[in-house]
């Protein structure tokens, strides 16, 4: 199986920054997309930012202000979050397309357990 782990949320005041972690760990032979998606109360849960091995895709809400990586030796991926404002109050989710082994089939998609962003005054 495989265990995502998200850090790094919590309250910060309009204008200021996070930086959102999440780790897989488990029985991963190689990962495809990393993503964050967020979802927000009463909202559908939406594409944050996402990347593979070329250019990363986000969210045409938060262009500019967010920037995805990901560290393949350690199967992370960050999210840093700048020019918040109160929009961006929702729980984040991690998600990761991983292959358990080399002789897998395909992908599987796995999901953190989510963490709260709350910015506000």
């Known amino acids: 199986q495989v265990q995502l782990v998200e850090s790094g949320g919590g309250l910060v005041q309009p204008g200021g920054s996070l930086r959102l972690s999440c780790a897989a760990s488990?029985?991963?032979?190689?990962?495809?997309?990393m993503a964050w998606y967020r979802q927000a109360p009463g909202k559908e849960r939406e594409l944050v930012a996402a990347?593979?091995?070329?250019?990363?895709d986000y969210g045409d809400s938060v262009k500019g202000r967010f920037t995805i990586s990901r560290d393949n030796a350690k199967n992370t991926v960050y999210l840093q979050m700048n020019s918040l404002n109160a929009e961006d109050t929702a729980v984040y989710y991690c998600?990761?397309?991983?292959?358990?082994?080399?002789?897998?089939?395909?992908?599987?998609?796995?999901w953190g357990q989510g963490i709260q962003v709350t910015v506000s005054s």
């Open positions: 998600k990761a397309q991983v292959r358990p082994a080399v002789y897998s089939i395909g992908y599987s998609d796995y």
């Open positions: 488990g029985i991963i032979y190689t990962i495809n997309t």
């Open positions: 990347i593979t091995r070329g250019s990363p």
